[in-house]
């Protein structure tokens, strides 16, 4: 465990090779702020979970990092306000499936990620509040609510589809179906109006099917998402596909899938971006732009990258911006 680190370090100035490789299944980072070496960030991760219950066929998460267990509220929100107090305008709450973050003190009192996400958004409304990733089979209504009901959590949701086809899903072990997942994208856009959703997929999963690629194609442009992690499947060693599945889509084919994933992708993209031209926008400053260090960079809720002329504005800062254009990557514009 990581909490054996300054006794590995002390035995490593007179052992050589100290090691320690067993994994903790209690360890969950409580009581351990982390020391942030880079000054003037805008923006921290914060774990409030670690390990993973849902053993989808392909990923070796479960085996690496053992079973959930969720951290102490009272410790994650004292982590949040040593942030605040240095200076962060944004944390991102951190776990495989935050959604089912689940705490219970000695008096058998619960809370779930809702409440623990409308604490965090209660520390400072003027920081912004963001959290990866979620299980659309945890994503619940409760969730979605709290995130409508404060201003400072972002309107964006990472929500890995992976594949389209019930049969691939099933083969994957998701515990959801394509309409379970369109259902939960339904509740995103009426419960929390104008949020982006991005999310993963994976193009040929072992035994999938023309038909099975058409479906995953199907629900991209039924979800409209705003960004995609496209991956083509590779078999992990020790995980129940590699183990039981053949890897049996022909590379050629899962290339010229992902190809398909990744144009249409582009068009959704586009078409959203599209559509942000003529808005004014609350940015986020993060930096100078990677191209010209007059221009800035800086995120909206809905975490669009937008690039604008810096004028007076600094790192840290909110700024309007109206959305005048966009590139492959970004959405420009002038600050207003
Ligand atoms: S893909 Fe995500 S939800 Fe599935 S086992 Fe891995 S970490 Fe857990």
């Known amino acids: 465990s990581y909490r054996l680190l300054p006794v590995l370090i002390h035995r490593s100035k007179e052992e050589r090779g100290v090691m320690h490789t067993l994994l903790s299944q209690q360890e969950n980072y409580e009581d351990i702020l982390p020391e942030r070496l880079s000054s003037g960030d805008i923006s921290a991760f914060v774990t409030i979970m670690r390990g993973c219950n849902n053993y989808c066929a392909y990923c070796v998460v479960p085996y690496v990092r053992g079973r959930e267990r969720s951290r102490n509220p009272q410790t ?16 991102t709450l951190l776990g495989q499936n935050v959604n089912s973050y689940h705490w219970e003190d000695p008096s058998g009192k619960t809370l ?15 920081l912004r509040v963001r959290f990866a990733t979620s299980h659309p089979k945890d994503l619940s209504d409760d969730i979605l609510h709290v995130m409508a009901g404060y201003a400072n959590i972002c309107k964006s949701i990472h929500l890995p589809l992976q594949s389209g086809s019930d049969a691939v899903l099933r083969k994957m072990n998701r515990g959801y179906s394509s309409e379970e997942y369109m259902k939960r994208i339904e509740a995103v856009y009426s419960i929390v109006p104008g949020c982006t959703v991005t ?63 990744i144009a249409l992708q582009q068009e959704l993209s586009e078409k959203n971006k599209q559509a942000e031209k003529g808005k004014i926008v609350e940015v986020l400053v993060e930096g100078p732009s990677k191209k010209s260090p007059d221009e800035f960079s800086g995120r909206t809720s809905q975490n669009r990258v937008v690039v604008f002329p810096r004028g007076n504005s600094r790192p840290g800062d909110y700024v309007n911006v109206l959305i005048t254009g966009y590139t492959p990557a970004t959405l420009t514009g002038v600050i207003r």
């Open 76 to 91: 994650i929100i004292a982590e949040v306000k040593d942030l605040v107090s240095k200076g962060y305008k944004e944390v």
């Open 112 to 126: 779930t990620f809702a409440g623990l996400l409308g604490l965090v958004a209660e520390v400072n409304p003027l």
């Open 199 to 261: 999310t993963d997929i994976i193009a040929g999963f072992c035994g999938e099917t023309e038909e099975d690629h058409q479906a995953t194609l199907n629900i991209m442009r039924r979800a409209g998402y705003d960004y995609a992690y496209m991956f083509k499947y590779n078999p992990r060693p020790g995980t129940y596909a590699a183990e039981h599945y053949p890897d049996d889509v022909p590379d050629e084919v899962k290339t010229r899938r992902l190809n398909e994933i």
